[in-house]
């Protein structure tokens, strides 16, 4: 899933509301500088996820040129992402 710069931001508002809500989280530096980085703990995530879709495409590209063919990428993307997921612990 993609999100706009925009919707993760959102995102981190609530996710920081939610949790003074519950009062899961008692801040030791000023709530900005806590929401900063969990912005940034999201774009990094969504990265992760963007190198490992890029790295699944590498791969599929490799056994369609040596099993031209013989798989149907599209049932193929899915595992290997998840194997791939898994192997780099990445929560997908």
């Keep these: 899933m993609k ?3 925009q919707q993760i931001q959102v995102l981190a508002e609530k996710i920081l509301a939610q949790w003074k809500k ?3 989280v008692v801040f030791k530096e000023d709530e900005k500088i806590v929401l900063a980085r969990v912005v940034e703990i999201i774009k990094e995530d969504y990265d992760r996820e963007a190198a ?3 790295d699944v495409n590498a791969m599929l590209d490799q056994l369609e040129k040596s099993n031209p063919g013989e798989f149907q990428r599209f049932k193929m993307f899915p595992i290997l992402k998840q194997k791939l997921a898994k192997e780099r612990k990445v929560i997908l």
Excluded: M, T, V
Aim: charged share 10%.
């Design 3 to 5: 999100l706009s710069s």
């Design 22 to 24: 519950q009062n899961l």
């Design 52 to 54: 490992l879709d890029q």
